[in-house]
C-alpha cells in the first residue's frame, strides 16, 4: 500500500522576513540577553545586605548628610545622600531570597534592615534634636503625605535597579534608582518628627519608607522570578504557601492605605481647582474688590475679604452652591467686608493703575539714567585708550627696566561743599590715574619723585596714584 503526502509548502520570503521581525522584536525585551554569571548576580546581592564594615560608616553618614539636607532645605544635599545611602542592599535582598527560596538570606537581610533603620533613627532623631533649626522645611513636609504615586515610583523604581544590578556592566540606572526611590530622607524625616514629638508626620514618614521598602522587594521578587535565576534552598509546599500569604498580605496592607490617600490628594486638588475658579469669577466682578482669600481643603471652607459698594449677603451661600453641584457639597464660605464706608470699586482700581504705571515710569527713568551713564563712560573709556597707549611708551622709555606697567582710569568723589552737606549730598567726582609699576628692585626714592613730579605736570587736571611694586 502505497501513501503519499502534500510536499511542504515552501517559505517564501515574505514569511521569513516577518519569522526575523518578530524574533528580533522578542530579542529586545529578552530579559536573559546580557545577563550576568548568577553567581556573581548572587555574590553581589549577598555584598548588598552585609551591614558591618564599609556598608555601616557610609549609613553613618548618609545619615547625617540626609539630616542637615533636610533641616537647611537643601535638595541637592538630599540628593547626595540618597547616592550613597546602601539601604536598598538589605530590601533587594529580601526580594532576591524570596524568588531563590533562600530563607536564611531573606532572615539576614531582615535583620540588617533593622539594623539599619535603628542606627538611622537614633541618629536623625539626635541631630534633629540638637540642631537649632526648628521649623520643618518644604522638603521635611513633602515626605509626609505618601500615596499611589509612591507606590508606583518604588516598584517602577526597584525594578529598573534589579535589572542593573543583573546585568555585566552596572550602567547609570543605579544613581537614577537611589534618588527615584529616596530610602533615606524618609528616615530622616521620622527622627524629625519624634525630636519634636510630632507622631503625625513620624508616622507619614515611616509609611513613605515602608511603602519603597515593600515595592523595591517585590519588583525585585517579580524580575528575579522573570529571569529564572536558579533557586538556592529548598522550602516545604506549607513554608511556600505561608510565604506567599505573607507576601500577599504585607502587599494588600500597604497598598489599601495608599490608595485612599492617593484618592483623598486628588479630591484635595480638585476642591482648589473648583473653588479657586468661583473666587476669580469673584474677582472679576467689578462692584466688588478681593482683599483676601483663605481656602482651606481639608476643612473644604473657604475665607474671603471683600470691599466695595455693593455688600450682597448671599455671596457665600451662591458660592457653596454652586461647589455643590460640582461634588463638593458642605463647603463652608465664609464672607466678610472691610470696613464700613462705601468704596468706589472702579475708582480704587484706577488709582491702583496709576500707581503702578508711575512706579514702572519712574524705574524706567532710572534704568535709563544709568544705561546712559554706562554709555558715557564706556565712550569715556574709549577715548582714553590711545591716551593710555601714549603714556605707556613714554613710561617704557623712562623706565627701561620696568617689567610690567599697568595704567587704568577712574573716578573718586569729592568731598561736597559744606552748604550742600547740610542739606542734599551732591554727587560729585573727579578723574583719578592709577599706575602700577613692576621692576626687579625697589625704584630709588629720588627716581620716584621724578618719576611723580613729571606725571603731575603731564596729567594736570586729574589726580595721579601710584603703586610701586618690586617683583
Known amino acids: 500500500m502505497q501513501t503519499s503526502e502534500l510536499p511542504a509548502k515552501p517559505s517564501t520570503p515574505v514569511a521569513a522576513a516577518e519569522r526575523d521581525v518578530q524574533v528580533g522584536i ?63 542592599g538589605p530590601i533587594v535582598g529580601v526580594g532576591y531570597g524570596l524568588a531563590v527560596h533562600d530563607m536564611r538570606l531573606i532572615r539576614r537581610a531582615l535583620r540588617n534592615l533593622m539594623i539599619f533603620g535603628v542606627i538611622s533613627l537614633v541618629t536623625s532623631t539626635l541631630y534633629f534634636t540638637v540642631s537649632p533649626l526648628r521649623e520643618a522645611g518644604t522638603e521635611l513636609l513633602a515626605r509626609t503625605t505618601p500615596n499611589l504615586w509612591d507606590v508606583l515610583i518604588a516598584f517602577f523604581g526597584g525594578s529598573a535597579g534589579i535589572l542593573a544590578l543583573t546585568r555585566k556592566s552596572i550602567s547609570n540606572v543605579v544613581p537614577g534608582v537611589a534618588i527615584a526611590t529616596a530610602l533615606m530622607p524618609p528616615l530622616c ?41 536558579p533557586v538556592r534552598g529548598q522550602v516545604s509546599d506549607r513554608a511556600r504557601w505561608s510565604t506567599r500569604l505573607f507576601t500577599t498580605v504585607t502587599l494588600i496592607s500597604v497598598l489599601l492605605p495608599s490608595g485612599y490617600l492617593a484618592w483623598r490628594f486628588v479630591q484635595v486638588q480638585r476642591f ?49 452652591g454652586r461647589l455643590a453641584e460640582q461634588g463638593f457639597a458642605g463647603t463652608r464660605v465664609v464672607v466678610r467686608f472691610s470696613g464700613s464706608e462705601r468704596v468706589n470699586v472702579a475708582s480704587l482700581k484706577q488709582e491702583l493703575r496709576q500707581d503702578v504705571l508711575l512706579q514702572v515710569s519712574r ?57 550742600a552737606a547740610a542739606s542734599v549730598p551732591v554727587k560729585t567726582a573727579q578723574a583719578v590715574l592709577l599706575l602700577r609699576i613692576e621692576t626687579p628692585q625697589p625704584l630709588p626714592r629720588a627716581e620716584r619723585q621724578r618719576l611723580e613730579r613729571w606725571l603731575a605736570v603731564r596729567e594736570s587736571g586729574r589726580q595721579v596714584f601710584v603703586d610701586y611694586v618690586p617683583r
Do not use: C
Open 26 to 88: 522578542a530579542g529586545l525585551f529578552d530579559l536573559r540577553r546580557d545577563l550576568d554569571n548568577p553567581e556573581s548576580i548572587d555574590a553581589n546581592v549577598r555584598a548588598g545586605v552585609d551591614v558591618a564594615g564599609t556598608n555601616l560608616w557610609v549609613l553613618f553618614f548618609a545619615i547625617l548628610v540626609a539630616s542637615v539636607g533636610l533641616n537647611v532645605n537643601s535638595t541637592a544635599v538630599i540628593i547626595g545622600a540618597m547616592l550613597i545611602s546602601p539601604l536598598m
Open 189 to 229: 524625616t521620622v527622627g524629625f518628627g519624634i525630636s519634636r514629638a510630632d507622631w503625625g508626620m513620624a508616622g507619614g514618614a515611616f509609611y513613605l519608607f515602608l511603602i519603597n521598602g515593600v515595592f523595591i522587594a517585590f519588583s525585585t521578587f517579580v524580575f528575579v522570578k522573570l529571569m529564572k535565576l
Open 272 to 320: 482648589v481647582a473648583a473653588a479657586g475658579h468661583q473666587v476669580d469669577e469673584l474677582a472679576r466682578d467689578t462692584r466688588y474688590l478681593l482683599l483676601d482669600r483663605d481656602i482651606d481643603p481639608n476643612n473644604r471652607s473657604i475665607q474671603l475679604t471683600l470691599s466695595g459698594e455693593h455688600r450682597e449677603e448671599g455671596i457665600g451661600q451662591r458660592i457653596a
Open 363 to 419: 524705574e524706567a527713568d532710572e534704568l535709563r539714567t544709568r544705561v546712559q551713564q554706562l554709555q558715557a563712560d564706556n565712550e569715556r573709556l574709549r577715548k582714553a585708550e590711545p591716551a593710555h597707549a601714549q603714556l605707556l611708551s613714554e613710561l617704557r622709555a623712562q623706565l627701561p627696566q620696568a617689567s610690567r606697567i599697568v595704567v587704568a582710569s577712574g573716578a573718586e568723589p569729592s568731598p561736597a561743599p559744606a552748604a
